[in-house]
Every structure is written in C-alpha cells, then in structure tokens.
C-alpha cells in the first residue's frame, strides 16, 4: 500500500474536509456572497435634525377596574397564554430552529430562510407574557444564527425584514436593550439586507438571490415589498446611528411620494408596479393583500419619527381621501341582532358598518369598484383608528375607523364557525347612508356572481340554491376563498381601536373572536389552518400549515387585548405589520443615539465626504 509523508496526509485531511465542509454547505445550506456596493449613494440622508415633537396621546385613560373586571380579564388574559405556550412547546419539541412546525403531522418546515421564523418571530411575545426563562433560550439560539447562510436561494426581502429584522429590533426594544447580542444580530441581518438595495435607482430587489451580484429589480413588484420596510431600517438607525438603513428606505419613499397623484388611483399606488422603471402604471388597487402594510405605515413611520417628517402625514390623508372614494363600501347585509331575533323589525336598517375592497380598470376605460373583501383588509380599521388620533381628525375618520372594525367583527360573527373566511364578495347598498336590507337585492347579486354565461337564468330560485349549495349567509355574495389561516388583522384593529376608544364591547367581540378560532384550530400538536369556515363544526378539515405569524401577530394581540392598558402602551411604542414593539422617541429628544462608529464606518463616510 502507497505511503504517503505525514506531512502529505495532513494536507489530504485538511482537503478532504474542506471538500466535505463544501458539500454540506451546498446540500444543506447556501453561503451569501456578500459584495462591495456598487452603487453607492453620493450623499446619504440623515435622520431629522432636531427632537421629536410632543404627538397627541393615542391610548384611552381608562379609569380603575373592579375586582370582578380584573378577575374576569386575567382569567381570559391567562386562557390566550395557555394557547400560545401549547403552539411554543410544539414548536420547540417538533420544530426547534427551524421555520415552523406543521401541526398536523409534526414535522418542521422551511419556509423564509431556514433561521428559525417562529423562534425570532416569538421573541418580545415571550417577553410581553413573563416567560424569561423561555426567552433568554431562545436569545441563546437566536445569538448562533449565521444569517450568512441558507438553504434557499431567493430571500423576500419584505418578509425577512418584517419577521426576522422585526423580531430582533422588538425583543431589544422591549427589553430595554438589555439582551445586546440581538442587536448585533439585526445589525449583521440588516447589513446584508442592506445589499438588497444595490441598484442604479437604489430601489431594492424584493426577492433577492444573494448569490448573484448585480441584480436589477423586477418589472413586476407587490407594492407592499417596496414600500414595507421603512420602520424596520429607521428603526435599525435610531439605535446604532449608522445612516445608511435610514437612507435605504427614505430614497425608495420618495418615489412614492413624488407619484402619489400620477396614478390611475391619485393617491393610491397600484399593486403592482415597475420597480426596474420606477414606474405606476398599474391598473388594480387595493389597501388589502399587496398594498396593505405600505399604507399601514405612512402613519407609523411618522410616529417613529417623532412627527419631524410632514411627507407622511400628506401621503396618508392623500391615500384616505381616495380609500373613501374608491375603496370603503356598505354592504347590503342584516344587521346580526336582526338576523337572531325572534320578530326582526320589517322592514330593518342594513348593518352600519364599512368594509374595504378593490377598484380595478375596466376595459371601457373607467374605474370599478368590487366589493370583494380580504381577511387581510380587517388591519385597516385600526390603521384609519390609529391615524385619527396621531393627526387630530377624529371628528372625521374615527367613526369610519369603527365601521372598519365592525364589519369584520361582523363577518366573524355571522360565520358558521365563529371565523371569517380569505376572501369573499358581498351585495352592496346603492344608497351607503339610507340602506335598508334589501334580501331580492342580496339574491340578486348572488345569482350575478354564480352565473357562468348569459344564458344562465338569474331567477330567485336559482340564487337560493347557490345560497344553499355555497353556504353562503344573508349579505355574502360568493366566497372565493373558505381558507383561515390563522390571520391576526381582525383582532389587530380589535386591539387598537380598543385602547384608543375603551369600548367595551370590543372586549366581548375579542372573546367569542378566540374561542371560536381556538375551537376550529385546535389539533393534536398545536393549532392549524382551516380549509373551510362555513361548514358545520363537526365537519372542519384542517391544513397543515402554523405560520410564524400565530405567535408573533395573532395571539399576541389577544394576550394584549386582555392585559393592563400599559403592557405594550400605544404612546410608548410603534407596532411594525408583524406586531413587533419598536419604541417611540420621547418628545423633546433627539432622534439618534450615541454609538461605537466602526472604522469602516468611518472610514466609507470619510470617502464620501460627510460627517460622522
């Protein structure tokens, strides 16, 4: 047998490791190819100069509880943490440090990066419901993530800010910044995010092969990817002071501020857009799925910039002015206490609430109007709630904000399970002031949607066997989708407009809301999806799906509803789309923070000459 020299074998070992170490990593996991920035900016844009300004107080001054009260909520409080520690230890027995966990058959699964969704997405949930001792395990974890590996090629981008960024800058918030090595993870996750945006127009690319340099962006972009990332990355610079997060998104948000009223929709973006050509030219509008969070934090990226940045507040009141034109609708549906009377008056008023849609370009040239309803949508009550207080225009917009509300509590509640479907289309009232609830007018419009072709009869008969056949209730014109995916944006706006109002019927609403979800979800491993909510109870089909989202969004949220008014107070912090608590600045300080300048830092600074 050939001997080699030992000083050959060790060669050969080290090779051979390295060739293994190689096909592992590519296996199982894919390094990014972190690169210099080509384009770099000639200038970077500074957080405002000057302190925040004092902004009106969001939340209600709710007045001392009884004893019973207080019994009674932290009994509720005490019911929705019980849910959310049966989804931690599944998650943490089944799916430990990997995205999710499939509840039904056990098993984890991959599905934003491979770094642990659930586990980042949970952190300030676990700290807002006192389980330290399972928080500081999962900082543990979450300090030996490598961001600068993965097991898939392409990072959404909006998705990695809004989770794992998200995450990360929440649990420091919330924390008091007490948990250091969270906020050296955001800032390695946000320096390579930050490539992202390495393109001629600085617009970045949203879904991202990182191990490509000298990618452009799309000629076809959800709108909410381009447009969803502000708080996350000023956020990133009012902590560490380092600009650059900061001008990220501050570039992009001037593209949309300069074609707010260049758009089919003046004042609205389209869903989709150009982002290669920065261009609007979309014909489908929406602030539901694809748009949603885009709106959502116009507001919020005001108030996290201590109202310094006027821009904000004008895109929202433009973007509102066309919601209310285009977008808000009344449907032709019974009100729910008519609809369970014994006698329901006749005839009786529809309910008295608003729901948003869509409007789309027709191919007559003009803009239609569909009532076509997402579960995702339900956010926008407490967005217009939220923004009602922060400008001062609740004479105007806070009654709206609770017909928003109402009519997903409504869907909700008129559900056969408790539960509101995906999507669905509904009648609407001709007349949104005086509308009485016209049932010929309801079977009308479910007839319309039913029919295939003109040669279909559109009779009353022919409508009550669809009623039948679809399960559909009083008002619901199709449902397009049956699905609920655990989905938070109900109980969201709940929440908000709760602490800004102190209604308490929104307290009832948030507990038959619960109960019915957790009925409908519950299975052996923790909770699922539902393939179907308008069937009988006995008859739920389940998907095999717990997005991150469940822990992060929805059953904080219903922790939160039922908890002291000042546990995660609304004038303390500035909730991002995946409910993560980023703290607002106090009026009267300055937006930016002492910090360690890197050399690097200073040295890139130095180069382009600008001050440190």
């Known amino acids: 047998m050939l001997q080699l020299p030992r000083r050959w074998n060790s060669v050969l070992t080290i090779f051979v490791g390295i060739f293994f170490c190689g096909l592992l990593i590519r296996q199982f996991g894919r390094k990014s190819n972190t690169h210099d920035i080509r384009y770099r900016p000639i200038h970077r844009n500074k957080l405002p100069s000057g302190n925040a300004e004092a902004l009106p107080n969001i939340q209600f001054t709710f007045p001392a509880e009884t004893e019973a009260e207080g019994n009674d909520r932290y009994r509720k409080q005490l019911a929705v943490k019980e849910t959310f520690v049966r989804s931690w230890d599944a998650y943490k027995e089944l799916a430990w440090g990997f995205d999710e966990l499939r509840p039904l058959t056990g098993t984890p ?45 392409n990072v959404n981008v909006f998705e990695t800010t809004i989770r794992y960024l998200g995450g990360l800058l929440g649990a420091y918030d919330v924390t008091r910044s007490a948990y250091p090595a969270l906020l050296t993870k955001a800032v390695e996750l946000g320096d390579i995010l930050y490539q992202a945006f390495d393109t001629p127009q600085r617009i970045p690319v949203s879904r991202w092969d990182w191990l490509r340099p000298g990618q452009l962006p799309a000629d076809r972009v959800i709108v909410a990817e381009l447009g969803s990332l502000t708080l996350e990355f000023t956020r990133l610079s009012e902590i560490t002071g380092d600009l650059k997060y900061y001008d990220a998104v501050y570039r992009v948000m001037l593209a949309f501020e300069m074609s707010q009223q260049d758009t089919r929709v003046p004042g609205l973006w389209p869903t989709i857009v150009d982002a290669s050509r920065l261009t609007f030219s979309g014909t489908h509008f929406t602030v539901g799925g694809m748009s949603d969070s885009l709106y959502e934090y116009l507001t919020k990226e005001y108030i996290l910039l201590g109202g310094t940045v006027p821009s904000y507040r004008t895109m929202y009141e433009a973007a509102l002015k066309a919601m209310k034109r285009f977008l808000f609708f009344r449907p032709n549906a019974p009100d729910r206490k008519d609809l369970l009377s014994d006698e329901p008056p006749q005839p009786f008023w529809a309910a008295d609430i608003l729901f948003l849609g869509s409007t789309y370009l027709a191919s007559d040239g003009r803009m239609v109007k569909e009532p076509l309803v997402q579960h995702l949508g339900c956010f926008a009550g407490g967005m217009v709630a939220l923004a009602a207080k922060t400008f001062e225009r609740e004479s105007e917009d806070m009654a709206i904000a609770k017909k928003l509300v ?36 309801w079977l009308r419009a479910v007839a319309t949607m039913a029919a295939n072709d003109d040669s279909v009869s559109l009779s009353e008969d022919f409508a009550r066997d669809v009623v039948e056949e679809r399960h559909l209730r009083p008002g619901f014109a199709n449902i397009r989708d049956r699905k609920y995916l655990l989905r938070p944006e109900a109980i969201e706006s709940i929440f908000i407009l709760y602490r800004i109002t102190g209604e308490k019927y929104l307290l009832d609403a948030a507990w038959r809301m619960f109960n019915s979800i957790i009925a409908a979800t519950w299975t052996k491993h923790a909770y699922a999806a539902v393939a179907d909510v308008t069937v009988d109870p006995a008859e739920v089909e389940h998907q095999d799906i717990m997005e991150s989202f469940w822990l992060a969004e929805t059953l904080k949220y219903f922790y939160l509803i039922f908890s002291e008014d000042d546990l995660v107070s609304l004038d303390e912090f500035v909730l991002n789309t995946e409910a993560h608590p980023f703290r607002r600045p106090m009026a009267g300080v300055s937006l930016t923070t002492p910090h360690d300048v890197t050399v690097d830092y200073v040295s890139e600074m130095a180069s382009e000459g600008l001050a440190v």
């Open 109 to 153: 699964a991959t599905t934003f990066g491979g770094w642990g969704a659930t586990l980042v997405d949970s952190l300030d949930t676990l700290w807002i419901m006192g389980m330290k001792e399972e928080f500081e395990e999962a900082v543990e974890v979450v300090s030996n993530i490598d961001f600068t590996i993965s097991n898939q090629t």
């Open 406 to 441: 109402d009519g997903c509590i409504w869907a909700y509640d008129t559900s056969p399970l408790g539960i509101m479907p995906e999507l669905f289309h509904l009648a609407t009232c001709d007349d949104p002031v005086s509308c009485i609830w016209d049932e010929a007018g």
